[in-house]
């Protein structure tokens, strides 16, 4: 290969590499998906393709009724429960930490409540169907049973 040829090449790589960057990062798309949208649990629930893949901040209660299993639920919308992920790096998970260690683990002898922040998934025919993948947990209240 000659030397033009071989600048041809590198270069042609390095423009493929660029465009692929490029594509990856999509601003529009990116930052459509991020514009958070305060809803409620219940609407989320009843219209959760709508949802999917959105940001969204709601009021729920959370249940962790042992060591495996957490969920948020609301008295308004009975038999349905949004699976929650809590990475550690979320704003206010020390909080919730601290919520449900209190007492007994979990929830059984406590009601946490707080506005929940994350991006919603909705999975149907897989369980859990719904999900909230936490960001951030704000207000958060605690009160005997």
């Not at 959105?54 to 299993?69: D, L, N, R, T």
């Not at 639920?73 to 704003?91: G, N, Q, R």
């Amino acid at each position: 290969m000659t030397r033009p040829q071989l600048s041809a090449s590198i270069l042609g790589v390095g423009v493929y590499f660029l465009c692929l960057c490029v594509y990856a990062q999509n601003p529009s798309q990116t930052k459509h998906n991020n514009r958070l949208i305060s809803t409620t649990f219940c609407e989320v629930a009843k219209n959760s393709g709508k949802f999917n893949g959105k940001v969204v901040s709601f009021f729920a209660e959370y249940k962790m009724p042992g060591i495996e299993g957490t969920s948020l639920v609301d008295p308004d919308c009975d038999d349905v429960a949004i699976a929650v992920d809590v990475p550690h790096s979320a704003k206010g998970a020390d909080v919730l930490k601290n919520a449900y260690l209190a007492g007994r683990l979990g929830t059984n002898d406590k009601e946490i409540e707080a506005t929940w922040i994350g991006t919603f998934r909705w999975q149907p025919g897989e369980f859990p169907n719904r999900i909230l993948y936490v960001r951030e947990i704000k207000d958060l209240t605690v009160s005997k049973r």
